[in-house]
């Protein structure tokens, strides 16, 4: 689990560097990242679009991995 403190909304590529630098770290410590969970705020999904998420995708690839990081979306939040 990762939290970044913000003063104001972090951009939508600041937000997906971030997503991707927090996996690699992981990845570099035999932690395989298999989902990002969050809620759908605009940036978030934004974000997660960048790095291959779709309506008709729900994972994406990148460098690095052998398997595909999986969205979830917070339930809570959906209802």
């Known amino acids: 689990m ?3 403190l913000t003063h104001n909304t ?10 991707i630098l927090c ?3 992981l990845n ?3 932690l395989n990242v298999r ?3 969050c809620d759908q705020a605009a940036t978030n ?3 997660l679009k960048q790095l291959g ?7 994406f690839s ?4 052998n398997h595909q990081v999986y969205v979830v979306f917070d339930v809570p939040h959906m209802m």
């Not at 998420?53 to 994972?59: E, H, I």
């Open 35 to 37: 989902a990002v969970v």
């Open 53 to 59: 998420f779709s309506d008709t995708n729900c994972a």
């Open 45 to 47: 999904v934004a974000a």
């Open 2 to 4: 990762s939290y970044f």
């Open 28 to 30: 570099a410590v035999d």
């Open 23 to 25: 996996i690699q770290q």
């Open 62 to 65: 990148m460098g690095g991995l």
């Open 10 to 19: 972090v951009s939508t590529q600041q937000l997906s560097k971030l997503i």
